[in-house]
């Protein structure tokens, strides 16, 4: 009988472990079509996440390099920059579950870390993730590639290459 208490211990306890570590794959918010009025991001992005847009507040921080950082809030979205980001926003799915855990293969210094905060409709969600393992999942990799291309969007405002250039670099 104690063994087969234990056997029914040991499957109960593999279950319960195989459970905890499965992610659900539905999504757990779908985001409509249409850009809502409550739409807003956070993003930190760069070597110690230096570089920052942040439209709650309606900031922009920019890293400097050897000279610091610069923040102003000077610099905003148009409500047409904004939808297109929202579109952007939305075709990576940000409310499904994310798998953003990299391997050990190799680590690297400096390297870039991103954190990326979205909200819609009361429902937020955020990610934080590195490329100090050298490679990114390709959830992690659709997070990248918005995250900078919102920073591409940033870049055009002239408002923003109005900023001090940065100096120096990262060793």
């Known amino acids: 009988m104690r063994l087969l208490n234990s056997f029914l211990f040991c499957v109960l306890c593999s279950f319960l472990l195989i459970s905890c570590n499965t992610v659900p794959q539905e999504k757990l918010y779908s985001m409509p079509e249409e850009m809502p009025e409550s739409f807003g991001f956070h993003v930190k992005y760069g070597i110690g996440m230096k570089n920052e847009i942040n439209t709650y507040e309606g900031a922009v921080v920019k890293d400097l390099i050897a000279k610091g950082t610069h923040k102003t809030t000077d610099i905003v979205f148009t409500e ?19 798998y953003l855990a990299q391997s050990n293969s190799c680590n690297q210094t400096p390297y870039n870390e991103f954190y ?56």
């Open 80 to 98: 047409e920059e904004m939808k297109n980001i929202y579109e952007m926003v939305r075709q990576t799915e940000p409310f499904s579950p994310k």
């Open 116 to 171: 990326i905060e979205i909200t819609v409709e009361n429902h937020t969600t955020n990610f934080h993730f590195s490329e100090e393992y050298c490679e990114l999942t390709d959830d992690g990799k659709k997070f990248k590639s918005l995250i900078y291309k919102i920073h591409d969007l940033l870049q055009e405002k002239e408002e923003y290459k109005q900023l001090p250039q940065a100096e120096g670099g990262y060793d």
